[in-house]
């Protein structure tokens, strides 16, 4: 589950707002199928509608289950947000922080994401935390500032050991969904820029452990070529992991 580096490589599908609960099982149990054996650590985030059912079809399998958002906060007066603790209870291992959608269309910015990767360490959780930037500010020259700003926006008050436990997704904005993919030049370029941030505020060690993922319009036919760089580690996959043939593709890449 881990590449020469001693990095995790994680190939995690983001189902955004697919499938009901009955859909969601019947892909969970595919992936299941076609998954098992992996040499990566294969994640899938369903709605929060269908993480018990998926659960339940995940049971037993190396196949971990993330969500796709948590609250900031403990049980509460909180209507319609969700707490860390009652993902955990779900069997939730892992939780999507800061996408892009999230902060795009529902306006989070770094300041309400930051507490949330906090909620979800303290209940146990690993946060796959999201950065990227907007075809603008990569016109701009500005890439690798926006990133790196919000990684500190994020993750500034991590101690080193919860530094440990986090995983990182780059997702350049103009990348998601449109079918262009950075190429891996400039994704590795990133992601190096990312770990020697990381390792700038938490040590080589830290650093040389992270998960960086590369997110946006990953698919079968691009996976090898960015998996290939040494920084990538990973990949954060939407509309192609709604796809049991093309997801279970990427995560053969990983070997
Ligand atoms: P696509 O793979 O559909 O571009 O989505 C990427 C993404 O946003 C994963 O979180």
């Known amino acids: 589950m881990s590449d020469r580096s001693g990095r995790q490589n994680v190939i ?48 037993g399998s190396e196949v971990a289950l993330a969500a796709q958002n948590v609250s900031a906060h403990g049980e509460g007066a909180h209507t319609g947000e969700v707490a860390a603790s009652m993902l955990l209870a779900h069997g939730v291992r892992w939780v999507i922080v800061g996408h892009s959608e999230r902060r795009q269309l529902y306006g989070e910015t770094d300041a309400d994401v930051a507490p949330k990767v906090q909620a979800a360490l303290a209940a146990g959780l690993l946060p796959i935390l999201c950065v990227g ?52 030049d400039d994704a590795g370029a990133m992601h190096r820029s990312i770990r020697a941030w990381w390792s700038e505020q938490y040590g080589p060690e830290s650093a040389e452990g992270v998960p960086l993922l590369y997110g946006g319009s990953v698919k079968p036919e691009n996976a090898a070529a960015l998996l290939s760089d040494a920084d990538i580690d990973g990949a954060l996959v939407g509309g192609a992991s709604l796809d049991v043939q093309d997801f279970a593709a990427i995560v053969s890449t990983v070997g």
């Open 12 to 59: 995690a599908g983001n189902w955004k707002m697919h499938k009901d609960h009955l859909a969601a099982a019947r892909l969970a149990s595919e992936v299941r199928a076609a998954c098992a054996g992996s040499a990566a650590t294969v994640v899938v985030a369903p709605p929060f509608t269908a993480l018990a059912a998926v659960a339940a079809e995940l049971q």
């Open 133 to 184: 930037e907007t075809l603008a500010e990569r016109d701009a020259g500005r890439a690798e500032q926006v990133v790196a700003d919000q990684l500190r926006g994020c993750c500034s008050e991590l101690t080193a050991r919860q530094s440990a436990t986090m995983c990182v997704a780059y997702e350049p904005v103009w990348a998601i969904g449109t079918g262009r993919t950075a190429t891996p």
